[in-house]
């Protein structure tokens, strides 16, 4: 095998020929610092519904395998009153399932009904690795189901998923869900189509809102903001204010305030001049730092990785989380493996970590390096 430099440090590698793609990158920090990665496995050679869970006890210098676990796809590792939590699906279009671990994600409870972690089994749900917020009592997280016909992107609809701060999070009667938003074609002039993978925020005026990926395939990329009762019981969308101009916005993006800075920080597929010919949802090969005070303009500060090729390469789906003045995140990265390479830039063949140093300090705006 010819030797690679991949960037980052490689948490977990899936050649192309396995027909096992990396998806789903999640990072979680454990109250006494070790680090918690998880990711799930797609394509033709899997069953869609096993999540690979690993550990780093030297601040991401190297991992070690915990725990694969079925019935477990596109979902959200997260801390909360001390213990780990994984959140998702049972499965690719799956019901909605939480388990916990209380040993560092080395075990996991099953969910196997509503009082274990089975939260939702009505209807075909959908996620990905997205925040989960604590705000006002409350525990707040996105989801989508996949009952509004279609097929991909049309077929969402979005909704808000909350449970009481303190409650057993197990237990299915303690989540309280909003009314589900299915998509208008009109939106866009005609051009929406769907949202997804939405980011529990808390906005600047204290309200929890829902901030999603639109699938609107041209430049500036959009997102779409979603308001969300104070009770959780109601999701609100104006089609005349709630979109706007997101950098990246076609695609998965983690967005998540700050309190040194007071800004909303997030990492997403920005996609260069250069490469604005090319189809905007595929764009993954830019890795850009963005921030916001309002939740409304966004900047692009740096990028933070980079490659020429968007065919074959990409930086995506990327969960981070602050630690100091560093960014730590991982990747779903499609990259060189001395074994043909990836399969695509969507069919990722790496999990990667990665430290982003200083980022704060970070302004160099949309300017590219030569390559990663």
Known sequence: ????????????????????????????????????ASHDLFGPGTEENRTLVFASADRGRTWRLCVEIEGQFWSTLFVHCGHLYLMGTSRQEGFAVIRRSVDGGRTWTTPRDGRSGLLLDDARYHCAPVPVVVHRGRVWRAMEDTMGGGGWAKHFRTFMMSAPEYADLLNRENWTCSNRLARNADW??????????????????????????????????????VTISDDGRQALFDARTGFICFPGGCKKFTIRYDHISRLYWSLVNFVPERHRSYPVERARNTLALTCSRDLRQWEVRSILLYHPDPDKHAFQYVDWQFEGDDLIAVSRTAYDDGLGGAHNQHDANYLTFHRFSGFRQRNTGSDLPAST
């Open 1 to 36: 095998m010819q030797e690679v430099k991949v960037p980052g440090v490689v948490i977990n590698h899936s050649p192309a020929s396995s027909r096992q793609y990396i998806g789903s990158p999640s990072l979680a920090v454990l109250p006494g610092g070790e680090y918690v």
């Open 188 to 225: 866009l002039g005609g051009r929406f189509g769907g949202w997804l993978e939405g980011n529990a925020v808390v906005a600047p005026d204290g309200r929890i809102v829902n901030i999603l990926r639109v699938d609107y395939r041209d430049h500036p990329e959009r997102a779409a903001i």
